[in-house]
């Protein structure tokens, strides 16, 4: 049988493409090289794309050649940007571009467009799930529990931070969070206890996207979730964050070595399978397909549980903690890329069965 060729796509023209860089390399170093040939695919940070040549490793894919794919059904053919001639071919792609122009939905339309099956959220999935007020608007209307939040664009903000901050402060009080819309890894996210904190997080979130969130601060613990799966999705047991700093930011995540993972989280089972079923339905309610981690706050004075934000292409090295909640449900992370594949093929056979031309009777 010949081997599967999966194109692992990184990188990206996002403050997150160091992040991905890291996902990329452990995935290239799971894969069972006796089942897959692997090409990896570095989008660089002017958006062009590179593959790396023989030997090559995520951290240096960026040198390698500049290479397309064209946006038409075919047989996922690479080409040399410069040449015009082959130089590979794609069976299914794991997008692995953290943030935007990954999770989005921009990949996938492209990769929908090329007929290519891929890892994930299609496009409505991904974007709606990136938009944290959509997404919030959408669970609320469903009944699932979230945090109160105000929205307010980047021009609003630059028009006049004072009057959006005053606004915030009337509907949910302080202290708050700020962060972007559709940014993930904490990137501008800050926690405002004063006005003149609110107005300097507002200011600073509207440098990285266009629509910003104001959310009531919650004293809470951060419990996470794992969901896998398209039509018949599952979900893992639970996980912790337990930040030394005051919340889970950028250093937390990625630098300070003192934030703790409890795998599985310290909760009774009453709250564990709360959060699983609330996973599950808000997995369904934003269009998930593949995989999605789901961010729970648990509120440590009332035990109220809300649904802070689904991740459609979670941190993926193996220590972040999507793999781990697998690796501590029963499934390894080789065995997890594993599935992930196949339920890529799955969902793109299912897609390409659907019928494209109308027939009358």
């Not at 990896?40 to 397309?68: F, H, K, M, Q, Y």
């Not at 009080?173 to 300097?200: D, H, I, M, N, Y």
Request: with cysteine; net charge negative; charged share 25%.
């Amino acid at each position: 049988m010949s081997k599967l060729r999966v194109g692992i796509v990184f990188g990206g023209r996002s403050v997150e493409h160091e992040v991905s860089i890291a996902s990329a390399t452990s995935i290239l170093e799971a894969l069972d090289p006796s089942r897959y040939d692997v090409s990896l695919l570095c989008v660089d940070t002017e958006g062009r794309w590179r593959l790396g040549g023989p030997g090559a490793i995520p951290s240096n894919a960026s040198r390698g050649e500049e290479v397309s794919l064209p946006a038409v059904p075919g047989d996922g053919t690479l080409l040399s940007a410069k040449a015009g001639r082959p130089v590979g071919r794609l069976d299914v792609v794991v997008p692995i571009i953290h943030g935007t122009g990954g999770e989005d939905g921009c990949i996938q339309g492209f990769l929908e467009l090329a007929g290519v099956p891929y890892v994930g959220s299609g496009v409505l999935g991904s974007a709606i799930q990136m938009d944290k007020d959509v997404a919030k608007k959408l669970l609320r209307a469903e009944g699932i529990p979230v945090v109160p939040w105000v929205a307010a664009r980047a021009a609003e903000i630059a028009a006049g931070a004072e009057a959006v901050a005053d606004l915030a402060i009337r509907e949910l009080g302080l202290p708050a969070f700020v962060k972007p819309a559709s940014l993930g890894s904490s990137v501008g996210v800050s926690k405002a206890k004063t006005r003149a904190q609110l107005v300097e997080g507002l200011r600073g979130a509207a440098r990285y996207d266009d629509k910003i969130l104001v959310e009531r601060a919650v004293n809470a613990r951060e419990i996470e979730v794992a969901v896998l799966g398209n039509d018949a999705p599952e979900a893992s047991v639970l996980g912790e964050i337990v930040p030394k700093a005051e919340f889970y930011d950028y250093e937390s995540k990625y630098v300070d070595d003192d934030t703790e993972l409890l795998v599985p989280a310290p909760v009774d089972e009453e709250v564990a399978e709360r959060a699983r079923a609330l996973a599950l339905r808000a997995f369904r309610i934003l269009e998930g397909a593949g995989l999605a981690r789901v961010d729970f706050f648990l509120d440590r004075d009332t035990g109220e549980l809300f649904l802070n934000e689904l991740n459609s292409l979670p941190g993926f090295t193996e220590v972040s903690m999507y793999p781990r909640l697998w690796q501590a449900s029963g499934l390894s992370y080789p065995a997890l890329l594993d599935r992930l594949i196949e339920l890529a093929l799955e969902r793109h056979r299912g897609r390409a069965a659907l019928e494209r031309t109308y027939r009358r009777g």
